[in-house]
T-cell receptor
Framework: DGGITQSPKYLFRKEGQNVTLSCEQN?????MYWYRQDPGQGLRLIYY???????QKGDIAEGYSVSREKKESFPLTVTSAQKNPTAFYLC??????????FGQGTRLTVV | KQEVTQIPAALSVPEGENLVLNCSFT??????LQWFRQDPGKGLTSLLL?????REQTSGRLNASLDKSSGRSTLYIAASQPGDSATYLC??????????FGPGTRLSVLP
């Protein structure tokens, strides 16, 4: 079945630690996105990539980094520079002007 | 900058009612508009995609309309059921650059 997979489902980060969230899709989509969702708030764009080896900052990119070495993969690293990383992270993919598909999300908690 | 709003923020209805959720956006230069459903702690599930050249789309008990010139979309749910309880999000595709989301409407359908 085609789809988009995020892992892990839950992730715990210690203060000062970098963590990486995985996002893989087998839909052959060119574009991939990372969003952050906080309780009671809408989705905010962190980074997006429209093609392999290229990506753009979204509205809240500070403290995050991404790579797009393969079409099917778009990992997100939450660095120690992100001061308030506790949130629900959602990855999405789409082909130009078609339906967007989302993963099931990763809930990151700072301990 | 594109802004998306949704009214109402929350809605509680008895089972069987027909209901309308509203979405407004400020910039009519969009590829498409998509309606999503989100269950608590889960990712987003696509419900309907309306291309910018279309006026409406239907899927089962759901009907979505788009008036691009006025920056409005509505999601009509017929004969609501308790299983329809979720948060409903609309998102506009800004010519492939990113999706801008509204804050969502939290729907409760009471048995």
């Amino acid at each position: 079945d085609g789809g988009i997979t995020q892992s892990p489902k839950y992730l715990f980060r210690k203060e000062g630690q970098n963590v990486t969230l995985s996002c893989e899709q087998n839909l052959n989509h060119d574009a991939m996105y990372w969003y952050r969702q906080d309780p009671g708030q809408g989705l905010r764009l962190i980074y997006y990539s429209q093609i392999v080896n290229d990506f753009q900052k979204g509205d809240i990119a500070e403290g995050y980094s991404v790579s797009r070495e393969k079409k099917e993969s778009f990992p997100l690293t939450v660095t120690s520079a992100q001061k308030n990383p506790t949130a629900f992270y959602l990855c999405a993919s789409t082909q130009q002007n078609t339906e967007a598909f989302f993963g099931q999300g990763t809930r990151l908690t700072v301990v | 900058k594109q802004e998306v709003t949704q009214i109402p923020a929350a809605l509680s209805v008895p089972e069987g009612e027909n209901l309308v959720l509203n979405c407004s956006f400020t910039d009519s230069a969009i590829y498409n508009l998509q309606w999503f459903r989100q269950d608590p702690g889960k990712g987003l599930t696509s419900l309907l995609l309306i291309q910018s050249s279309q006026r409406e789309q239907t899927s089962g008990r759901l009907n979505a309309s788009l008036d691009k010139s006025s920056g409005r979309s509505t999601l009509y749910i017929a004969a609501s059921q308790p299983g329809d309880s979720a948060t409903y999000l609309c998102a506009v595709d800004n010519y492939g650059q990113n999706f801008v989301f509204g804050p969502g409407t939290r729907l409760s359908v009471l048995p």
